[in-house]
């Protein structure tokens, strides 16, 4: 079965930086892109981009550029979110996800989700 | 940009009522909707996809409907696990938004 399992939770100063990883089992790695989503504490879903798991070509949301970097390697099947020069705005539970078969845009498998903490 | 504006941000129902909750779109995007269920502490679940089509395993008093800028997400009879908060997210073109989500509370 399709699973995507993140690593655990982060506490990091200002300034820091951090790499989330989003390990995926139970389907062909290069058939479908992986796709992050960052929720603040208290507040809504926001959508920050995908990669491209084919080609690697990443696509990021207007807020999430410049900082923030999708990667992956195909060898452990796992992709990654790395964020540099955290903000204690950056405090959120980031989560990785996946498209259904046929449509990759609507998300039918999830991490279970990272929480990063920025504070000093 | 396409912005998704959810209504109401908040709703108290009571077990077995009819729950209709909206999402507009700022501009059209013909079909390409969805809806998300989330509960405290876990990861979204993907309800309805398509704008109108039930994802695998969902119960069918989950439905969806719309097309172009306006959208509903209707649960028929109010069940103690639906008590939640729902999304819904265009995916007419990047980068992809959710509305800002719709709270289903107790009465």
């Known amino acids: 079965q399709v699973q995507l399992v993140q690593s655990g939770s982060e506490l990091k100063k200002p300034g820091a930086s951090v790499k989330v990883s989003c390990k995926t089992s139970?389907?062909?790695?290069?058939?479908?892109?992986v796709n992050w989503v960052r929720q603040a504490p208290g507040q809504g879903l926001e959508w920050m981009g995908w990669?491209?798991?084919?080609?690697?070509?990443?696509t990021y949301a207007p807020d999430f550029t410049g900082r923030f970097v999708f990667s992956f390697d195909t060898s452990v099947t796992t992709a990654y979110l790395q964020i540099s020069s955290l903000k204690p705005e950056d405090t959120a539970v980031y989560y990785c996800?996946?498209?259904?078969?046929?449509?990759?845009?609507?998300?039918?498998?999830w991490g279970q989700g990272t929480l990063v903490t920025v504070s000093s | 940009d396409i912005q998704m504006t959810q209504s109401p941000s908040s709703v108290s129902a009571s077990i077995g009522d009819r729950v209709t909750i909206t999402c507009r779109a700022s501009?059209?995007?013909?079909?390409?909707l969805a809806w998300y269920q989330q509960k405290p502490g876990k990861a979204p679940n993907l309800l309805i996809y398509?704008?109108?089509s039930l994802q695998s395993g969902v119960p069918s008093r989950f439905s969806g409907s719309g097309s172009g800028t306006d959208f509903t997400l209707t649960i028929s009879s109010l069940q103690p696990e639906d008590f939640a908060t729902y999304y819904c997210?265009?995916?007419?073109?990047?980068?992809?938004?959710f509305g800002g989500g719709t709270k289903v509370q107790i009465k």
């Open positions: 398509a704008a109108s």
């Open positions: 997210q265009h995916s007419n073109s990047f980068p992809l938004t």
């Open positions: 996800a996946r498209g259904k078969s046929g449509s990759g845009s609507y998300y039918s498998y």
């Open positions: 501009q059209g995007i013909d079909n390409w």
């Open positions: 990669i491209n798991t084919n080609t690697g070509n990443p």
């Open positions: 139970g389907y062909t790695f290069t058939r479908y892109g």
